[in-house]
């Protein structure tokens, strides 16, 4: 890596486009892209200058959101254009839906009309969307066509496309019914008809479809893309199987990041404000969580006032209540996103929570509790503190498993939110039956 | 689904073995695998007796653990054997894995030696190194082939190949020296030699690569598959992109559930005794981590007795330094599992965490110590509560930024341990900081 980047800095410097030419031959776009992301914006546009619209083209597609950025404000928009006409249509419209709307419909109106067309219609679909996702440069072939024929026109369209092993098949009104393998294509006799080997067992998805839906789709039948149909049945574009394994990092590190209270849009080259925007609303949201259980122990300062052991003891009760919420939560998070599991088919999932909690309970609570008795000589202490430890863990059990499921039933994405729910539960409960019972049982405690 | 079961035991009643063949040409193995989980042991044989090899191999390949287990429990050995030839040799291996040790050699010596030698090759590596996630259903073609002859054996030996998008070559010593794309294989004069058509740019990887660095270079370069070679440079099998969607799904899993203290093989129909085997440790470790926090709270016994609001408030201040920390972990295990960070390249990084305790510590805690005042009529204690929320959410921003880092660099997986380190710092030097300086300006209090 080192390597390279000095590399493409000597070949600028002098002006030597030949050799920059050939490092796309001895390296992948990815590497060159990764080594042009620490050049400055001088070197960059030297770069530009020397290379040719095809390697360009390449390093567009694979370099990251800022590297592209950086690039398309050195070069002009003329050049722009040629250089999309080496790109698939669904970096184009990454790329063209960043910029700023008058910069946008200049480079459109450039463009040949039916590409224009394409990449505003591609636009016009949310990002986390099955349309969002999808390019159209596929293979479509009619299903009365010969196989020699099908072969000959896959040999000239195949070049431009992202998938060949898997060709989709249409009929004469244009619906998708099917998807051919090229295997078959491959060892068929020239003259059958490509509606003979065609697989009609379609898996296709709407425009519309979120990409989580896609993924879980395309993982489950092992798919090299998923083709994306309109109410009609024509198809739209494809999805291929690079791009889903993006999804499904985009998926994961979401639900990883927002159980912490983190959004999926930091990484660890934020700046300091971005940073600041995106944690601190989550900390404020948190601090109300908080206040309300420290208010739950306003209401017991009279007792605590007289066994201060109490305010030593009571963090156990919260601590272990929120990080046995946290088991659960996590449990259930990851079956909802593999779809194993919502509020209707598991009563059964509940009962054993709560069962969890009991057992959970008794096992950490009576080692808590002989601890406190050593340290203060108190059994009620002791007890108290068992008593309050098995309620609470029940009620983690409880709010760690249907929080979420709860969430997911009202479309707000369970990774989200469900934590707070939890913690606040988990915080709350702990503090009021441990005090309160300490009330209860105040004369034994004195 | 509720249908396909239903027509599945109709047909296994009437033992009609044509319309159990047909559903196969109408559905998905992965379907029918997973409508054959709800049948009863009697059933499953009654459809492993109608079904004919080819298709029982497909059940086999895509169902879950325990639906292979029970079928291969419900045939014979020369069966299961039979079945195998249709089955790749990865998915061979998983099952007989798991299968109990005499079993195993027993189906071994029945099977053809060259495919055993196979299966007993792949046993010996490790279940999350390339070695044991890769198969040898791929396509390796001489680099001096004409290109007429590659395309007559990719037409012979496609039909058996998981990839054909993708052809590996190798030389004369049989050292893989890089691919081909059938693309170019389709559009290139038959008589042109195959060396002229590869790719040289090789990435391979070796059996005993961790399984999470294959799936990282997959999803960097967009690979539909990686070869494993050894170290001569032979090619030994592949690694196709479905099974790296499973790997990645099983990594990323794996972090989520291990911060929150649970175990990746923990699923929602775990059985009661194994979540509390797996989960039961955990908060074990949970509670000497709270007792720790716990007892530094004892340490202030005399100071809380005079001042009861400072039991009311300590659990803000250890709440909030918990969840910046847990904030500021989950970007850094991010970062981690995608390459981005190590312990050397960033300290930067550390003071950007410092500046954000410093910058939330303020925002957070100039509200708490506000509630404060206005609920206790005592400006000191709300000033107390602000410094002691500064200075622990920037040991909360230090600890989640380094712990992670160095339990990688001790090869500890940053995501099973992390939290509770991170969380008992901040428990601990969130109650020392705020009881601390209560002791301190005692006198103000009263």
């Known amino acids: 890596m080192e390597n390279l980047s000095e590399n493409l ?152 496309t992202e998938v060949i092993e898997v060709l989709f098949v249409v009929n004469d009104s244009n619906e998708l019914i099917g998807t051919a393998d090229l295997r078959d294509i491959l060892t068929t006799a020239g003259d059958a008809e490509l509606d003979q080997i065609t697989d009609k067992n379609l898996i296709a998805v709407y425009p519309e479809t979120d990409q989580e839906e896609v993924s879980q789709l395309v993982s489950k039948y092992d798919l090299k893309a998923i083709p994306v149909i309109n109410h009609r049945h024509a198809i739209l574009g494809i999805i291929t199987v690079d791009d889903i394994i993006d999804i499904i990092v985009e998926e994961y590190t979401e639900d990883f990041l927002m159980v912490s209270g983190v959004s999926k849009d930091e990484t660890i080259h934020s700046t300091l404000p971005e940073s600041i925007r995106r944690r601190l609303p989550w900390l404020y949201v948190n601090l109300a969580a908080v206040m309300l259980a420290s208010f739950t122990v306003a209401l017991f300062e009279d007792v605590i006032a007289q066994v201060v052991a109490l305010a030593v003891a009571m963090p156990i009760v919260a601590g272990l209540g929120g990080n046995a919420g946290f088991q659960t939560l996590s449990v259930v998070i990851r079956s909802i996103t593999l779809g194993e599991v919502n509020l209707h088919n598991g009563w059964h999932l509940v009962i054993k929570e709560i069962a969890l909690g009991l057992i959970h309970g008794l096992s950490v609570g009576v080692v808590a509790g002989l601890v406190l008795y050593l340290k203060y000589g108190n059994v009620y202490l002791g007890l108290i503190i068992v008593a309050a430890m098995v309620g609470n863990l029940i009620i983690a059990g409880l709010f760690g498993y249907l929080v979420p499921l709860i969430l997911r039933q009202l479309n707000i994405d369970p990774a989200v939110a469900s934590s707070i729910f939890v913690t606040t539960a988990t915080d709350v409960f702990g503090f009021f039956a441990f005090l309160g019972l300490a009330r209860l049982f105040l004369p034994y405690l004195l």
């Open 9 to 160: 800095l000597q070949y600028i410097s002098n002006q030597n486009s030949h050799e920059i030419g050939a490092l796309f031959e001895s390296h992948y776009a990815i590497d060159i892209a990764l080594a042009l992301q620490t050049l400055d914006d001088q070197d960059l546009e030297g770069f530009c200058r020397l290379v040719g619209n095809e390697q360009l083209a390449s390093v567009l597609e694979e370099g990251s959101l800022i590297l592209r950025k950086r690039i398309v404000n050195l070069i002009d928009a003329e050049r722009i254009v040629s250089v999309f006409t080496y790109m698939s249509s669904d970096d184009i419209t990454d790329i063209v839906g960043e910029m700023p709307l008058d910069q946008r419909k200049k480079l459109l109106r450039m463009m040949r009309s039916s590409d224009s067309q394409t990449i505003e219609k591609l636009l016009g679909y949310g990002p986390d969307t099955a349309g969002g996702n999808m390019t159209t440069e596929y293979i479509a072939l009619r299903n009365s066509l010969k196989i020699s024929e099908a072969l000959n026109k896959i040999k000239m369209i195949g070049p431009k």
